[in-house]
């Protein structure tokens, strides 16, 4: 409503309402408007995903270069969305932190963050691409290389996979040993410059910089290393019909996904 | 604030009975309560600062779930007939009120019943939102019998529907501070028959025409 000065002009002897004899004709425009947003709403759901995309294209110059970083509270720029299996975020402290290295290996071993911070570090800076269509770009990543840890702990022969394992207790995700021995693929204890944060599975997370986020496991517990891989046994979206090999640009239908 | 406000006027019209404003009230709750917990858990650096994400989500999926209850219950007992009355006023749409809308309330003044089209325009809002949102919403929260690409459709839905409805809310809220008389009648049912008669012409003088 507007108060215009008009009005106040009028005074207390405002006008009586007009004498009408039919009522005016009217129009279901408010039924309209709700028909309207649900249609709108389906074609959302059903072709969200691609007008995402497309617009996140767009903007991207625009985002990429915004000194206010507003943009960022738009849905469709880049940033990272907190996605968790559980109902609370778990919780470990740097302190109490371990890693654990076992199954098929030579030398089985527990590090704790210190241990992990005095091997040899890996930084990237590369994108993180969520299979649900976002992605940020150029995210600093700093950690340790698995094929690092791996060949410090000695592969048995005949091993074929790792099993993951996340202190959320449900997450779960697995890697080929090839998968795992890439150059772009660490237990990272930083991003954006600083420790992994808690809500981005910190102190220790993985970074499998080619696949898709569900692969780089958060509050990265446990590595074992198997011979053989089970169905039910690939991870925790994998069970829920999600790709193992979940390359970027290649894998769950999203062919139009710029690979890492 | 306008002189003959100044004055002392009685709220001698009804306009809302207790059905309606309990359902304005408790709906209005309900999205507050999904609009601030909704924003902290979109907002990366908001959720840092309250943590006690699973207990944020909890009450946002539950207001959630709970926003159809008020209509649900505004129809079902002897209270219905007013509100039936209101939605029909609210939903329909004369030409004058298209001429209002388009002019900002400087045109067609005259002929402005018991809502505004900018009252009409909010009510039809809400009513769409509600569904959409709770539709979106839950698929994010239980995605499973779904495809993927609906998962991310709904939250692509979800999360621009969010952001029109924090401005359509926070208009709603500014222009009922800036009418004291109309947000009055909101919570105690009754307007002055001056303030009716200045700004609900078409109504005022006629309450039991469907205007």
């Known amino acids: 409503m507007v108060e215009h000065p008009l009005e106040a002009d009028r005074g207390p002897a405002a006008p009586k309402a007009p004498v009408r004899t039919d009522p005016p004709a009217t129009s279901p425009v408010g039924r309209r408007i709700v028909l309207g947003m649900f249609g709108l709403g389906a074609t959302g759901i059903l072709f969200g995903q691609k007008i995402h995309d497309t617009v996140e294209r767009w903007l991207r110059p625009v985002t990429e270069n915004d000194p206010t970083g507003l943009s960022t509270l738009l849905p469709t720029s880049g940033r990272f969305r907190i996605y968790s299996v559980t109902n609370s975020l778990p919780s470990k402290g740097d302190a109490e932190y371990r890693l654990k290295i076992d199954g098929l290996v030579d030398r089985p071993l527990i590090l704790s963050l210190a241990d992990l911070k005095a091997r040899k570090a890996t930084k990237l800076v590369k994108d993180f691409q969520c299979v649900t269509g976002w992605r940020v770009p150029d995210v600093p990543w700093k950690g340790v290389l698995l094929r690092d840890l791996l060949d410090e702990v000695g592969v048995k022969k005949g091993a074929t996979h790792l099993r993951i394992y996340s202190f959320d207790g449900a997450y779960t995700e697995s890697l080929t040993l090839d998968q795992a021995r890439r150059r772009d693929v660490m237990a990272a204890y930083e991003m954006e410059d600083g420790p992994v944060t808690q809500e981005h599975g910190g102190p220790v997370r993985l970074y499998v910089a080619p696949m898709y986020g569900y692969k780089s496991l958060k509050w990265l517990d446990r590595i074992e290393v198997v011979n053989h891989l089970d169905e039910k046994d690939a991870g925790y979206w994998e069970v829920r019909g999600y790709d193992t090999d979940a390359w970027i640009g290649e894998s769950n239908g999203r062919e139009g996904d710029e690979k890492v | ?211």
């Not at chain 2, 946002?60 to 505004?74: E, F, K």
């Not at chain 2, 994010?140 to 839905?157: C, K, Q």
């Open chain 2, 1 to 211: 604030m306008v002189a003959t406000e100044v004055t002392e006027t009685t709220d001698d019209v009804e306009r809302f009975t207790g059905a309606e404003r309990a359902l304005h009230w408790v709906t209005a709750a309900l999205v507050l309560t999904c609009a601030i917990t909704g924003l902290i858990l979109y907002v990366g650096s908001l959720s840092a600062l309250v943590s006690r994400r699973d207990l944020l989500k909890h009450v946002h999926v539950y207001a959630g779930l709970a926003m159809p209850v008020p209509m649900i219950a505004a129809y079902a007992g002897h209270w219905r007939d007013a509100v039936r009355k209101d939605v029909r006023r609210l939903a329909r749409w004369t030409k004058a009120d298209k001429r209002w809308l388009r002019t900002r309330g400087r045109a067609a003044h005259d002929q402005v019943g018991k809502f505004n089209a900018g009252q009409k325009a909010n009510a039809a809002f809400i009513a769409g939102m509600i569904p959409v949102m709770l539709v979106t919403g839950s698929i994010m929260r239980w995605f499973d019998p779904f495809p993927l690409s609906w998962r991310s459709g709904a939250t692509f839905v979800h999360d621009w529907t969010a952001i029109v409805t924090w401005f359509v809310v926070a208009g709603h809220i500014l222009i009922a501070f800036g009418n004291p008389p109309a947000l009055r009648a909101m919570i105690k049912g009754r307007m002055s028959e001056d303030f009716a008669r200045r700004h609900h012409p078409g109504w005022a003088g006629s309450p039991d025409t469907d205007a």
